[in-house]
DNA sequence: TTTTATTGATTGAACGTTCAATAAAAAAAT
DNA sequence: ATTTTTTTATTGAACGTTCAATCAATAAAA
């Protein structure tokens, strides 16, 4: 039962949060959309500050997941392939419908006062930014690589910040675009310093 | 006295909603904050939302008009210096601060199911966004235009994002950096196009 | 004296957590 | 195979807390 009920309640819980927000997304709401009571959810998690944590992860193990399975996918491992990857990655279906999105940037927020929350903020993101500077390294000097991937990964954040707050959500096609429109601009700048 | 007490009940709300968050930011924190007692809030405001909206007000009025001295300063009015003005009006002082950077986000995320907010937040999204497009119109044609306007947005506000999260607070300086260096980016492109 | 500004105790609503009671399932005993 | 016992899963009312808003009382200013 309890992987069940765990999976519900996560699920529930997004959905709330995506439809009147964290603050408004209440124990005895997210139990009723999960079709259970409310006491059930300090029985699995100990507390709402525990489900929000195992949502949070939940969210984030998602994101990589994606972003593995892209970079599996990979035919060939040059390193503006492998930036594809991550690119298309954090634009994955999973990440960009309502319920994610918006549950991810309501932690986004919480995550600056609750430590729980920052830790897990503060693991993906450099991850994010690790993962970029390691391919650009491969492909220009060390002061560039860490601008580019400075650069980089302030773009994916801030289209899918920008996604999340229109009300028709992200449109990941025409995200994807802009972010591979930047990072054919920065392999051709290498090219041309070349000749 | 309105105007005085007014002003004291927004700085003291950015900078409850700095120090403990914006769930935590009660009428009577900010209140004590501001060393008047919780009812002067709802008499000035008419209660804790319109307190809240006329902080975000705030919060945009004085991002117009970092944006707008930066222009009044401007030398010559080539797209390429306009945008690199409205780039560092957006990392202006006065928006990297720990209260207005943390306030801002936690409006952001809040705007998502406050109508109120959405509005305010919206107008904002949009003029940035129109801004840009319209400068990069002026140096390439409009599908190029529109799709760097909104990478540089996107870029622009991840900046900002990344920068709200991090423990030492947003590095306005290595900001304007990485997005100057895009912005050269995109206008040596176009010089590149017509040789 | 009249108007304006301010207080802070009170009120009612809503929250998360707890826990005794109960239902369902599994195991053990007959 | 049937009954009894034990364990597991779940409920929802009750509790204590906290919040924003209210408003009669008071102080200050005009």
Chains 1, 2 share one sequence.
Do not use: C
């Amino acid at each position: 039962m309890e992987p069940i009920r765990r999976q519900q309640l996560i699920e529930a819980t997004m959905t709330a949060i995506d439809e009147v927000g964290l603050h408004d997304a209440t124990v005895i709401r997210i139990a009723r959309r999960a079709g259970v009571s409310a006491g059930i959810i300090s029985h699995y998690f100990g507390g709402k500050d525990g489900l929000l944590e195992a949502t949070m992860r939940q969210i984030l193990r998602d994101l990589n997941d994606a972003i593995a399975a892209r970079r599996r996918a990979l035919a060939n491992d040059s390193p503006k392939a492998r930036l594809q990857a991550i690119i298309d990655g954090n634009f994955d279906r999973s990440q960009v419908t309502g319920p994610a999105a918006k549950t991810w940037l309501a932690f986004w927020a919480s995550s600056m006062h609750k430590p729980a929350l920052a830790r897990l903020q503060y693991i993906n993101d450099r991850r994010l930014y690790s993962n970029l500077r390691h391919h650009f390294r491969r492909a220009m000097p060390a002061p560039e690589a860490e601008q580019a991937a400075r650069g980089m990964a302030a773009m994916i954040d801030g289209l899918w910040l920008r996604g999340a707050l229109t009300r028709e959500g992200l449109d990941a096609t025409e995200a994807r675009q802009v972010a591979n429109a930047h990072l054919d601009q920065l392999f051709a700048q290498i090219e041309e310093a070349f000749l």
